[in-house]
């Protein structure tokens, strides 16, 4: 037991090790000058990091709150809502505003989802993420819509579909985007103190409300606090879908319980795993890929695997 113990706290050592070396290679990769390093790559570092942070510490707290491993905010539709309202916002051209759109379009989502959820006053885990589902299927459609009447702008709405971490920040953007960045990770902060209530939260609404946790005020206000973070990466990143679900996964191979622990874990490992997904996404062609086809790559047999998993 204590052999296991350690080979598991030598392989956290190795992977965090591991993330320091993807970050100085994805600064330093191809020797570039210092102002590539300062204008490119340090803003392109940071919205990876901040993408894959996000994506993987809320699919970390859903997957537990909702006692379903497939859980993410992809397959909640959150996703495909903060995009679809980036993209009207985009196409009108108020690009700047888009990460408002976007945390309007994940509002407007989580509520839809949330009011399809609740069956005669009772909030119903499952039809949660059949209501997410169709959410998701419903404003892809709208996108859809969107890209054939607006051909002109098939570039902005594809680099929000597939993922787009090479967004070029003008001065004035980039201080929006600290700006948000900087919210976002007092949210996720935040979140992180809750894990003790999300923990008592998953045994069961009976048990945690006898515990003096106020079910449905905590899952509210969880669901519109990641609804907020959601939109604003979406509108700068784009869909960047499996991210959510399979870097819980993965962490709760090392870590089987105790959500502060998978969900400071899954932090690092989402941002990491995204970095690395990007790297491979410039480089493994003489043409860069969108991230989201990368994701997507590893994350399907992942899911098909899950689903095989849970059938069993």
Not at 28 to 47: C, E, H
Not at 50 to 58: H, Q, R, S, W
Not at 279 to 304: Q, R
């Amino acid at each position: 037991m204590a052999g296991r113990t350690m080979k598991k706290i030598l392989i956290l050592i190795l992977w965090l090790l591991i993330g320091v070396g993807i970050i100085i290679a994805y600064l330093t990769l191809g020797k570039p000058d210092t102002n590539i390093i300062t204008q490119v790559r340090i803003p392109r570092l940071l919205l990876t990091l901040f993408t894959g942070m996000a994506l993987a510490g809320i699919g970390s707290i859903y997957q537990l709150m909702l006692a379903n491993p497939l859980a993410e905010p992809y397959i909640l539709g959150i996703s495909s809502g903060s995009a679809f309202g980036s993209i009207l916002l985009g196409i009108s051209g108020l690009i700047i505003l888009m990460p408002v759109g976007g945390f309007i379009g994940a509002g407007f989502t989580m509520l839809l989802v949330w009011k399809l959820a609740h069956q005669k006053g009772r909030f119903d885990k499952s039809r949660l993420l059949i209501a997410g589902v169709i959410a998701g299927m419903f404003f892809s459609a709208g996108i859809s819509l969107i890209m054939y009447l607006h051909q002109q702008d098939t570039a902005l709405i594809l680099g929000t579909l597939m993922g787009n971490l090479g967004h070029i920040f003008t001065k004035g953007e980039w201080t929006s985007f600290l700006i948000l960045m900087g919210l976002s990770l007092i949210i996720l902060i935040y979140l992180f103190f809750q894990s003790t209530a999300i923990d008592i939260l998953s045994c069961g609404d009976l048990y945690a409300a006898s515990l003096g946790i106020n079910v449905l005020s905590l899952r509210r206000q969880i669901f519109i606090l990641t609804s907020i973070v959601i939109g604003i990466s979406v509108s700068y990143a784009g869909i960047i879908g499996f991210v959510g679900l399979i870097i819980p996964h993965i962490v709760r191979f090392f870590i089987p319980s105790g959500q502060k622990k998978i969900y400071l874990l899954s932090l690092w490992s989402g941002g990491i795993f995204l970095l690395a997904c990007d790297l491979l996404a410039k480089h493994i062609l003489s043409m860069e890929l969108p991230v989201g086809i990368i994701t997507a790559f590893i994350g399907c047999p992942f899911f098909m695997w899950l689903l095989l998993k849970k059938q069993g």
